[in-house]
């Protein structure tokens, strides 16, 4: 659905490039592609299917969201 299943490939491409080329180890890269993917996908649940539609309201949102997350063990969400 919306843009995790439409373009999420191409954007983690293009942000791998991009990290790539700005000297991130692959491990660093990896972990930001995961962050990146888990905010494309929360994005194409709301319906976004353009990376042009994001607002500052959809960041927000997804500031909220990642709050509420936890973990199974009940701790908060963490990339490190």
Do not use: P, Q
Request: hydrophobic share 40%.
């Amino acid at each position: 659905a919306g843009v995790c299943a439409v373009n999420v490939g191409l954007w983690l491409e293009r942000f791998d490039e991009y990290l790539r080329l700005r000297g991130f180890t692959e491990k660093t890269r990896e972990g930001y592609g995961y962050a990146l993917r888990l905010f494309l996908c929360f994005l194409g649940d709301r319906g976004l299917t353009d990376v042009a539609e994001i607002s500052r309201g959809e960041v927000d949102a997804y500031r909220v969201h990642l709050h509420h997350c936890r973990t199974r063990s009940g701790a908060a969400l963490s990339l490190a």
